[in-house]
C-alpha cells in the first residue's frame, strides 16, 4: 500500500484519504488542528486519547509521519528546558494541502474552540501546552 503524499494518482488518493481518516489517526490529525500552536507534544496527544495506549498513539504519529502527512519538529539544544517537551508534531505543508483538497480540514476552527472549552486538564498537560515551540517555516 502506497500512503506517500509524493505520489498523486486517483488510486493512490483515495487509499491516502482511508488511511487518513482511519479513527486513531484522523483523531490525532484532529489533535494537532485543535492545539492552539497546531504542535502537541507525544503527552499531549496521549493525555487526549486516553483510550488508546501511548504505543498505539506512537505508531499512528509514525505512519503519518511517513506518509507526509506530519512532521517532527523540535527545539534546538539551545532553546530545550528540562521538565518540558521538545518535541512536536504538526501538519507538514503538503498535509494540510491533502487535507484541505478532500476537505478534510472543514471543522478546524470548531475543533479549536472545543479545545478550549477543556477544564480538566491535569497540570503537566498545561505545562506541556504552554512550552515552548519551535518556530516552523
Known amino acids: 500500500m502506497s500512503t506517500d503524499l509524493g505520489t498523486s494518482t486517483e488510486a493512490n488518493n483515495r487509499e491516502l484519504i482511508h488511511f487518513v481518516t482511519q479513527q486513531t489517526r484522523f483523531a490525532l490529525v484532529n489533535n494537532i488542528l485543535q492545539h492552539p500552536k497546531q504542535l502537541p507534544s507525544m503527552y499531549e ?13 506512537y505508531k499512528h504519529i509514525q505512519k503519518l509521519i511517513d506518509a507526509g502527512i506530519v512532521k517532527e519538529v523540535a ?3 539551545g532553546e ?14 503538503d498535509g494540510r ?3 484541505e483538497k478532500h476537505n478534510l480540514l472543514a471543522a478546524e476552527e470548531t475543533l479549536q474552540r472545543i479545545y ?14 504552554n512550552a515552548l515551540r519551535p518556530a516552523v517555516e
Open 80 to 93: 530545550r528546558r528540562q521538565g518540558y517537551p521538545w518535541k512536536f508534531y504538526g501538519l507538514t505543508d
Open 116 to 129: 478550549e472549552t477543556i477544564s480538566d486538564k491535569s497540570e503537566k498537560m498545561v505545562k506541556y501546552e
Open 75 to 77: 527545539l534546538s539544544d
Open 97 to 99: 494541502a491533502f487535507l
Open 45 to 57: 496527544l496521549e493525555e487526549l486519547n486516553p483510550s488508546v495506549s501511548d504505543a498505539t498513539v
